[in-house]
Antibody, heavy 113, light 112 residues
Framework: EVQLQQSGPELQRPGASVKLSCKASGYTFTEYYMYWVKQRPKQSLELIGRIDPEDGSTDYVEKFKNKATLTADTSSNTAYMQLSSLTSEDTATYFC??????WGQGVMVTVSS | DVVMTQTPVSMSVSLGGQVSISCRSSQSLVHNNGNTYLSWYIQKPSQSPQLLIYKVSNRFSGISDRFSGSGSGTDFTLKISRVEPDDLGVYYCGQGTQYPHTFGAGTKLELK
């Protein structure tokens, strides 16, 4: 059974960074892109970017290029997303998703002083 | 980027009724390989989106045949028949033909 298990909720101060994780199981980690999606409260879904775990190559949506950094650790089958210079605009739920068929449960990031 | 426009924004339905949700894309979703990567999802409160339909009309594993997808090119429709309480939530269409993949704004399905 394919599962994507994301890390727990985060409360961060403005200006801080946070690293979210998404541990994959039930399939060969290197065979599928991992996508990361942002959903602000009561809003739609917004793609941040994707990573190919096989070679670590990434494709970012332009507006997130200076905000998010995607990495993947094939030894632990875990994808990561680091968000930097956090502002209130980064308060959202973040999902990882494998080729849009399987989704993590989401992690809520709250940025507040 | 491909813009996905969903209508209506919200709709009310009686249990047992039927609804249709429309999704239009700003560009054709036919990929160079001939496939059309248009999907439909439902998101219930505090849950992640759940795939219902992929490549326009293919039901994902375990999805009831009460859900059907149709369309081509830039116009697509999701139909839900014999609506059940578990069908209530926000429905999104999404395209995976052109990167970056994009989603519609959502259609909230509520009980009448």
């Amino acid at each position: 059974e394919v599962q994507l298990q994301q890390s727990g909720p985060e409360l961060q101060r403005p200006g801080a960074s946070v690293k979210l994780s998404c541990k994959a199981s039930g399939y060969t980690f290197t065979e599928y892109y991992m996508y990361w999606v942002k959903q602000r409260p009561k809003q739609s879904l917004e793609l941040i970017g994707r990573i190919d775990p096989e070679d670590g190559s990434t494709d970012y949506v332009e507006k997130f290029k200076n905000k998010a950094t995607l990495t993947a650790d094939t030894s632990s089958n875990t994808a990561y997303m680091q968000l930097s210079s956090l502002t209130s605009e980064d308060t959202a739920t973040y999902f990882c998703a494998r080729n849009w068929l399987y989704w993590g449960q989401g992690v809520m990031v709250t940025v507040s002083s | 980027d491909v813009v996905m426009t969903q209508t209506p924004v919200s709709m009310s339905v009686s249990l047992g009724g039927q609804v249709s949700i429309s999704c239009r894309s700003s560009q054709s979703l036919v990929h160079n390989n001939g496939n059309t990567y248009l999907s439909w999802y439902i998101q219930k409160p505090s849950q992640s989106p759940q795939l219902l339909i992929y490549k326009v009309s293919n039901r994902f594993s375990g999805i009831s045949d009460r859900f059907s997808g149709s369309g081509s090119g830039t116009d697509f429709t999701l139909k839900i028949s014999r609506v059940e309480p578990d069908d209530l939530g926000v429905y999104y269409c999404g395209q995976g033909t052109q990167y970056p993949h994009t989603f519609g704004a959502g259609t909230k399905l509520e009980l009448k």
